[in-house]
């Protein structure tokens, strides 16, 4: 059974950074794209940055310049840098796996982790 487990999240000030960590395990996801989503209160979840297995990128454009998506195989991992954050980046942020070509493809989700943005 695949697993996804977020760490990193927390209170940090306007223009303060953070990163985020996702732990995988059950299986070996190097064949899979994974993505970083989040969902703040009373909005839809959105994409962030998602990273392919042939480690493609792509950025929300309200992360674009900010946000650094990255992963290591051999350690089944995915990480997000965040710098220069705001306020509006205030959300759960959930690691996913799967493909994201596909039309609902990323089927693996983790529980997510709490970023807060405030002075």
């Known amino acids: 059974q695949v697993q996804l487990v977020e760490s990193g999240g927390g209170l940090v000030h306007p223009g303060g950074s953070l990163k985020l960590h996702c732990a995988g395990s059950?299986?070996?996801?190097?064949?899979?794209?994974m993505a970083w989503y989040r969902q703040a209160p009373g909005k839809q979840r959105e994409l962030v940055a998602v990273?392919?297995?042939?480690?493609?990128?792509k950025y929300a454009d309200s992360v674009k310049g900010r946000f650094i998506i990255s992963r290591d195989i051999g350690m089944n991992m995915l990480f997000l840098r965040m710098n220069i954050l705001k306020p509006e980046d205030t959300a759960v942020y959930y690691c996913?796996?799967?493909?994201?070509?596909?039309?609902?493809?990323?089927?693996?989700w983790g529980k997510g982790t709490l970023v807060t943005v405030s002075s």
């Open positions: 996913t796996a799967g493909s994201y070509s596909r039309r609902d493809g990323m089927i693996h």
């Open positions: 059950g299986t070996d996801l190097r064949g899979n794209d």
């Open positions: 990273i392919t297995s042939d480690f493609d990128t």
